[in-house]
């Protein structure tokens, strides 16, 4: 499956932005999906994920209350609305796509993923 991210931008520190998410390629089965984010310097870390019915959700500690993810199976579109962005949260933003799983160590790491989007640049400065 390819995964194609889009909605980076510049944008002021208490700002909002909406990052999607649009597969495509072979058959859509069920499957979680998650986003990730890298900042220079460091590691890839885990920002949130949802499972084919979107009943199960995670985020960081450092997101919560603050991003919120969605999907649209009809679209094959998984969403991130991000609000309260801070400076922190610059990085380059990264969907995945991975089999269906309940297994949080598991779809909270990278391993959980097959395909990954190219990545979509967020900077959060004033």
């Known amino acids: 499956v390819q995964l194609q991210a889009s909605g980076g931008g510049l944008v002021q520190p208490g700002g909002s932005l909406r990052l999607s998410c649009a597969a495509s390629?072979?058959?859509?089965?069920?499957?979680?999906r998650g986003w990730f984010r890298q900042a220079p310097g460091k590691d890839r870390e885990f920002v949130a994920s949802?499972?084919?019915?979107?009943?199960?959700?995670y985020y960081a500690n450092s997101v919560k209350g603050r991003f919120t993810i969605s999907r649209d199976n009809a679209k094959n579109t998984v969403y991130l609305q991000m609000s309260s962005l801070k400076p922190e949260d610059t990085a380059v933003y990264y969907c995945?796509?991975?089999?269906?799983?309940?297994?949080?160590?598991?779809?909270?790491?990278?391993?959980?993923?097959?395909?990954w989007g190219q990545g979509t640049q967020v900077t959060v400065s004033s």
């Open positions: 390629g072979r058959a859509f089965n069920r499957d979680h």
């Open positions: 949802i499972n084919w019915t979107g009943s199960l959700l």
């Open positions: 995945a796509a991975g089999p269906e799983s309940y297994t949080m160590a598991v779809i909270t790491t990278v391993r959980g993923y097959d395909s």
